[in-house]
């Protein structure tokens, strides 16, 4: 929130009171948006769902623990863009990785993979716009790494984030390009507001429809 040791004692409470109210409407947005946008896309969901089917061996959904709120871990929902493999857990997907299949790559692509984790969004396991959950082998690695990494979990994990729309998304090879994402969701964490919300919603719906995401 920005706040500094000089400030008066009642400008900090009330900036406390205006953080965590806007929190409250942050979270009665994200479960009226995600019980809307799953009731309309249910026709989007089972065409998806029918084709990934077919597609290859395999589930429709693919689940993977994440770390979410407070620190606290979360089973995360995607549609399945990979063939069956032994690493999904604990390596990124890279450029012309031979573990996604044809339509994993369209999925992918247009993030249309992410979908499932409205029904997250929903039962209060993330929100539509924070910072993205790390598998938990990242959150190990980079918090012993990284300063400050943890506190990215004060707020819930996002669809969507700060740093996403600034362009640090995908494989994270080097450490400075996680430095760097963190660094873009802890001045989100601090810049917090419903009007950065809105923004980071907008740049990524418009990304999304030119598939510039």
Do not use: C
Not at 88 to 105: H, I, K, L, M, Y
Request: charged share 25%; aromatic share 12%; proline share 6%.
């Amino acid at each position: 929130m920005g706040l500094t040791s000089d400030e008066p004692v009642d400008s900090v409470d009330e900036s406390t009171r205006e953080f965590a109210m806007h929190k409250a409407i942050k979270r009665i947005f994200d479960f009226v948006f995600a019980l809307i946008a799953i009731v309309a896309l249910t026709p989007v969901w089972v065409v998806l769902a029918v084709w990934i089917f077919l597609s290859s061996p395999g589930g429709v959904f693919f689940r993977q623990k994440r770390t979410g709120y407070r620190g606290e871990t979360f089973e995360m929902l995607k549609f399945r863009s990979m063939y069956r493999n032994d690493k999904a857990d604990e390596q990124q997907s890279t450029e012309g990785d031979p573990r996604v299949t044809p339509v994993g790559r369209f999925l992918r692509r247009s993030s249309l993979d992410e979908l499932p984790q409205l029904w997250n969004v929903l039962v209060g396991d993330m929100s539509i716009i924070g910072p993205r959950p790390h598998m938990l082998q990242h959150t190990e690695y980079y918090s012993a790494r990284i300063p400050g990494y943890m506190r990215r979990h004060d707020m819930r994990p996002g669809l969507t984030g700060y740093a996403q729309i600034k362009g640090f998304r995908g494989p994270t090879p080097k450490l400075e390009d996680m430095e760097r994402r963190v660094k873009a969701d802890l001045e989100y964490i601090d810049k917090f507001s419903l009007w950065l919300d809105l923004k980071i919603f907008s740049l990524t719906l418009w990304r999304m429809l030119t598939f510039k995401l």
